[in-house]
């Protein structure tokens, strides 16, 4: 049977990013299409009623919302595919897997954006904070070489996306992420290494131009 | 292997309610250890949840899984040949029911604590946006007796136990579950009919009562 899958996204999309490197991954091929979120198609919202948020998974007609979940369902769907799983075999560091990247949802994409839309002492609040939450995650690493472990694995996905937004949270907070969480970024080049990554990753200075034009427009300057 | 099981609770605590009735539906014995979390919380409470702090915590073995949700998905893939299978066999149907279950993670006791603790254009703002999370519920249900179809699932331990707390936004939000979804209502006496859930759930009548004790710790009365 040929699976018909479509991807609804925004190229800045960390969120986006996520699934596309799991797709990759497993290497399936997809239709990608852009959406304009000042202009929702009335297909994602068809797709997509609750939260009328990218990225939606379409595979057969059948939507899945959700990035983390998005990455489950391909795991589950496509793993008989050339790839190892992404998620690992056992309970136990599946919980733990799930738990972080719940973690980085919870913490890093709030903390990041209110580094990126805030002044003065909000921000440098907020700057503090990120790096503590990315210091935890540095923890989590630990001497591994991925936070897979040996391989590229669920958290490792959940996470890279991030790095390409690393330069706009770094200009916007005047600081540099790597001063303060070598390890990390030395775990996100070593990522980026894999073709999955690198080309599903946005470049960052278009992730920065992007920042740039969303300050612009809700008057954050 | 021994299987040692212990379970860092608190009685009023929605979210150890849901372990309680996942292990009650697996037939899994545990050592409960009740946390006093207004007066101190135990050694082993922070050094097995040091990010969070909060109860529950499944200690297994002494490895612990933190986070009601990933607790209760730990617990399926653990104790997978034991009692019901939670989840759905199907993929689709697994990544449908974590997308609802995430969905009433993001909504329904944050939106419930804004009714207990709102007052004035506040609390009728959380009351409207409540209202509406039991309208999207009400939909996902549809026509079947429980969430996970014929049988009591994955959602239906993660709802019952939420719906716990239903009495006292009623009580404090000035309507009726009964009267808003009336389907909702009979899914709740439905379920609340079953042993796990009869075992698991605190009484509604004391939540009510605590949550008059914390409304006067923050001066709301």
Redesign the interface.
Known sequence: MSDEVILLDVYASMFGMRVRIALAEKGVEYEYREEDLGNKSPFLLQMNP?YKKIPVLI?NG?P???SL??L??ID??WKDNKSPPLLPSD??H??TA??WA??VDKKVFDLGRRLWTRKGEEQEAAKKEFIDALK?LEGELGNKPYLGGDKFGYLDVALVAYYSWFYAYEKCGNFSIEEHCPKLVAWAKRCMKKESVAKSLADPIKVYEFTLMLKKKYGLE | MSDEVKLLDFWGSPFAARVRIALAEKGVSYELQAEDIFGGKSDLLLTSNP?YEKVPVLL?DG?P???ST??V??ID??WSTQGPQLLPAC??G??RA??WA??IDKKVFDTGCNIWKGQGEELELAKKEFIDILK?LDGALGDKDYYGGDKFGFLDVLLIALSSWFLAYEKYGGFTIEEESPKIAAWMKRCSERASVVKGLPDSQQVCELVGTIRKMHGLE
């Open positions: 609750v595979h059948n899945i919302c959700e979940l998005i489950e369902y589950e769907v309970a136990y599946r919980a799930r738990f719940d973690f935890l | 990010i297994h490895k899984v933190v986070e990933n607790i998905y730990y893939e653990t993929s689709y697994r990544a974590r997308f995430d969905f999207k």
